[in-house]
């Protein structure tokens, strides 16, 4: 099943924008060749974004006024705005754990929680996020726009990876019954005796040769 992932950037201090709305203080604490590219390697697995309508306009208006840069993706906008779609940008007032819960049931690749914090939220508190990856800004902002909200109940975490460049941290951490399903999978690649019995509980696509990378990959 396609899992619901948040990718996102925040202050030390947990905020993803600042009062006015910008976002110029995104970024590390030296120069910008010590980056690391890790949108392109997140989007390998993305194929829908669903994004809330002040990002919307944020990014067709101030960052990126002339192009749409998300053009490889099928991009749903949250809004009671009256606005035109296309094949790459559909605007709908559905609910949007309603239309989580639907695109899940799809076939594709993974779903991408682009933003804002009042999207994120409404998420976080339906559950359905699968897996996080924020970065960490070496930043305080001390005021702004809050990634996190309040949550209904306790929502345990394991943490899969840390990475570090340019005084920013990314962290990646998956919803606990994940991580528990993925370590018995890893178990399995490790001993091909019980290849037979995972390899009819989780068909894999018949493209890839190498069965255990399949099995992990859709799984995990």
Known sequence: MRKVVLFIA??????????????EW?????????NIDTYSEFTQNIDTILMG??????????LSPTKWIYSDFTTYVITHNKSNSNKQIIFTDVNPIDLLEKLKQQDGKDIWICGGANLVQQIMRADLIDRYYISIIPTLLGKGIKLFGELPKEQKLSLVRTRN???IVELVLWTQNQTHRCRVIEFVRNHSSLTL???????IRPERTDWRHNLIKNVC
């Open 197 to 203: 019995f995972y390899f009819i509980r989780f068909p």
């Open 10 to 23: 925040m202050s030390l201090d947990g905020y993803i924008a600042d009062s006015n709305g910008g976002v």
């Open 53 to 62: 309508w002040n990002t919307y306009h944020q990014i067709v208006t101030e």
């Open 165 to 167: 460049y340019n005084g």
């Open 26 to 34: 995104l970024k590390g604490q030296g120069n910008d060749n010590e």
